[in-house]
């Protein structure tokens, strides 16, 4: 009987990747009755150049276009593929390839994406982020501490006029950011335009009275060409960011955006509203530090990565990843989490902290991540027993508090904001 299928032609344990290859490293399971062997074969082969079953002639190039499987450890294996493969500034279809069909094969029980490492000589197609960590410092004239902000919550149900009184509240006690949720983009009780309009009243306002540069993430989120627009309002009311719910809109739509934004001297603030359908589960999908990973290469300024310690799925290891995927120049290999990854020319981003957040629990994310950070405690300041003004500056007495290095006990002896957080939520830890 001829031979049907030549998966075993995309294995070589003996192969070395090239320096051009880009380096995929996947969890696999085998279904029952597949080898290892077949199973990462069925991985490689139909991410690159293979099929189902062996064919009559083909060209001699397809041999160098090969993807080949070359190291398994366990469950985990890594792929390596050619260069050639991928077109230049394409990540749609870079992503067609190495989280397409796979995903659906037969013959693999489950499978997740967790890490790529990317050649310059495909990095190099990509312009990154626009102003990098240091440029937002200079922007917001914030340069040691985190950077912080608050959602108003509920995240949606607010007139446009009472989430600018809200948002001049958390100006005033202290934050740099107000944000809208991600389900907040233009409603009948809340329209964009309206919202931009008094958000820019109320910023002035704050601005003038404290001295202190304020600014939001105001949600874009749309189709593409009405995206276009509100960043145009945006850039008009003097707002220097915009909000994009990414996994929802597409990476094609954010790679448009990123020069359009650009052009108007606005910063993204991506949203990874949806991620959780395709990171959550740990043995298949995609990890959250490869969807960082994409988005710093678009040109995101910053991206929600988790905080580990407040109510959304998450390790304190998979969170520093992800940090690391967004801030270093040039990131090292971490166990099954990370691989080797040279930024070049690519500039920095900032992991963002949110979901669940108080003041009580600054110190633990702040351990975690240090400063370089936009840390978004909401319901944790609009909560407080003295209002959102109060519970701003709780938030901020914290951070004060974790950077002089005392606890937050220490602390509240003497900032009755703080003392009062500290009694409503301690150090609880949301579910």
């Known amino acids: 009987m001829a031979k049907i299928d030549w998966y075993g032609e995309f294995v070589d344990f003996k192969y070395s990747p090239a320096k051009d290859d880009l380096v995929c490293l996947f969890y696999f399971e085998p279904m029952a009755g597949m080898t290892i062997k077949e199973t990462i074969g069925r991985i490689a082969s139909e991410s690159s150049t293979g099929t189902w079953t062996t064919l009559y002639k083909l060209p001699p190039r397809m041999k160098k276009l090969q993807s080949i499987a070359y190291h398994v450890d366990g469950n985990y294996a890594r792929v390596a593929y050619p260069s050639g493969l991928w077109e230049n500034g394409n990540l749609c279809q870079l992503l067609s390839g190495i989280a397409g069909n796979i995903f659906g094969m037969k013959s693999v029980k489950n499978l997740r994406l967790i ?11 990509f312009k990154g982020p626009h102003f990098g960590n240091d440029g937002i410092r200079r922007m917001m004239g914030v340069y040691k501490r985190p950077l912080t902000g608050a959602v108003p919550k509920p995240k949606i149900g607010f007139s446009a006029a009472e989430h600018a009184k809200i948002g001049y509240e958390t100006w005033m006690g202290g934050f740099d950011f107000v944000k ?26 704050a601005e003038k009275e404290t001295g202190e540069r304020k600014s939001a993430f105001i949600n874009i989120t749309a189709e593409t060409e009405e995206m276009k627009k509100r960043a145009k309002m945006l850039a008009e009311y003097g707002w220097n960011y915009a909000m994009i719910d990414v996994v929802v809109t597409g990476n094609a739509s954010v790679h448009t955006l990123r020069d359009y934004c650009s052009d108007l001297g606005l910063a993204i603030h991506a949203h990874r509203a949806m991620h959780a359908a395709f990171d959550r589960n740990p043995k298949h999908g995609i990890t959250m ?11 995101v300024s910053q991206i929600h990565s988790g905080t580990a310690v407040g109510k959304l799925v998450g390790t304190k290891d998979e969170a520093k990843a992800i940090a690391d995927t967004l801030r270093e120049k040039h990131v090292k290999a971490h166990g099954k989490l990370l691989l080797d990854q040279n930024w070049g020319k690519i500039k920095s981003a900032f992991p963002v902290s949110s979901g669940g957040l108080h003041p009580g629990l600054v110190p633990d994310v702040m351990n975690i991540y240090g400063n370089e950070l936009v840390l978004l405690v909401s319901g944790g300041i609009h909560g407080h027993p003295k209002g959102t003004r109060a519970g701003a500056e709780a938030a901020m007495q914290a951070i004060e508090a974790t950077m002089d290095g005392i606890t937050l006990e220490e602390k509240a002896g003497k900032s009755p904001q703080l003392a009062l957080a500290l009694k409503k939520w301690g150090h609880y830890k949301p579910k």
């Open 115 to 125: 890490d790529v490492s990317l050649p310059q000589s495909y990095i190099r197609h």
């Open 180 to 205: 809208d949720d991600e389900n907040l983009t233009s409603t009948s009780f809340n329209s964009f335009s309206d919202r931009v309009k008094m958000m820019a009243r109320m910023r002035d306002k």
């Open 289 to 299: 530090q490869f969807l960082a990973k994409i988005m710093r290469l678009i040109g």
